[in-house]
């Protein structure tokens, strides 16, 4: 019985043993392109010498092997500011920032209500001329890259305010300063509150930003 | 001995499955996000003592010239209606009107005016430079006075009503 699995422990050991020589074997022949000979014998005889290409997180042969990183930087919040008579000021230098060495874009952009607030159709502040004082509802409009206002339009506690990348929403790579930041401007409506808020952060919107690929 | 060598058959078989399942992951590429998600709040401040200005300025500055003397209103003032929040004077700019604004200092030339508000004189059209103290806060309910003198060119003939310059007064809350 010992003896049956110590067989079967040699051969499961032999297998694998086997697979990880044939698999480096494999990996070695991938790179044995580059010092094999590639030499020319006959007077205007010709040589192919590939150009390869390593991608790595860390310079010049070394590293990870990763893709391009992307680095986007996004306003940490979107700030509103209310008045005792309703108008509602908002940041007017916020902007998305593309420090990464490629092209990206905005997917999409979803606003969510926070707890306790909700979403309402933006548009003029008299809209809310009926609603209750602590209805806490509030209506958004977003512009990006100086794109279509895109504004939440129902009583949805999330909605999409861009849900595929439109004008405004493509920026360059980092190495082209003017096209690879975009502006973020906003707008809101609120309705009247009784008493006082600070920074009370009242929806959350969701940037989602991808490569800007080929297709 | 037949324990020492099942010992090491039984490392031997960890090593390799630990060297195979090592390699299995490193030729995996490395996959790095191709797209990203960021949430940024909205935040929302109700800021009570952001007050609307009320405020009411002269609506109009007269200049008399009579016989060559000028004379001015000594009632002007600018007032705050607020009942809570100061407010202040953070600008004046005098434009050309009828007439061309000139240096009050040293007044020269045809058809100009110059005037001289709380003690800050044109230098010609554009905002004067206003010295400290000129226009001091004024607190809610409250009147700052405007002293203000004029020069005007002698050769301007007779002017009634004529708008000869605007004086722009900015604002702010305090």
């Known amino acids: ?215 | 001995m037949k324990g020492v060598v099942k010992m090491k058959k039984k490392r031997l078989f960890i090593i390799s499955a630990a060297l195979l399942f090592a390699w299995i992951l490193s030729a995996v590429p490395a996959s790095a996000a191709s797209s990203a998600t960021a949430t940024v709040p909205v935040t929302l401040t109700v800021v009570n003592d952001y007050r609307a200005v009320n405020v009411t300025v002269p609506a109009a500055l007269p200049v008399y010239v009579r016989n060559g003397q000028v004379l001015t209103a000594d009632s002007a003032r600018i007032t705050n209606n607020s009942k809570s929040g100061s407010v202040r004077v953070t600008a004046v700019e005098v434009r050309n009107g009828a007439l061309k604004v000139g240096d009050f200092d040293s007044f020269c030339g045809d058809g100009k005016i110059a005037l001289r508000i709380n003690g800050c004189g044109t230098r010609g059209a554009g905002y004067l430079t206003l010295s400290e103290g000129a226009f001091p806060t004024v607190r809610p309910g409250r009147a700052l006075d405007l002293s203000y003198d004029a020069k005007v060119s002698e050769n301007t003939g007779e002017l009634e009503n004529v708008e000869a310059c605007t004086v722009i007064f900015t604002i702010s809350a305090e």
């Open chain 1, 1 to 215: 019985m010992t003896k049956t699995r110590s067989n079967r422990t040699k051969i499961v050991s032999a297998l694998l043993c086997l697979i990880l020589c044939g698999l480096t074997a494999v990996s070695q022949a991938a790179f044995a392109g580059a010092d094999s000979p590639n030499e020319i014998g006959s007077s205007g005889g010709s040589a192919v010498t590939p150009v390869s290409l390593t991608t790595t997180n860390g310079g010049l042969w070394g590293g990870e092997i990763t893709p391009t990183k992307l680095d986007v930087s996004l306003p940490t919040s979107l700030p509103l500011a209310m008045s005792d008579d309703g108008a509602v000021a908002t940041a007017t230098d916020t902007k998305i920032i593309n420090r990464s060495y490629g092209a990206v874009r905005v997917k999409n952009v979803t606003i969510t209500a926070a707890d306790g607030w909700n979403l309402c159709p933006f548009g003029d502040k008299s809209s809310l001329a009926y609603e209750k004082v602590d209805s806490n509802k509030i209506g958004f409009a977003l512009r990006i890259g100086g794109g279509q206002l895109v504004k939440t339009e129902s009583a949805d506690r999330s909605q999409y305010l861009i849900y595929r990348p439109v004008s405004g929403c493509y920026l360059t790579g980092a190495g082209d300063p003017a096209g690879s930041a975009a502006s973020i401007e906003y707008h809101a409506i609120v309705t009247p509150v009784s008493s006082g808020l600070e920074s009370c952060v009242v929806a959350n919107v969701v940037f989602v930003v991808e490569w800007d690929t080929v297709g």
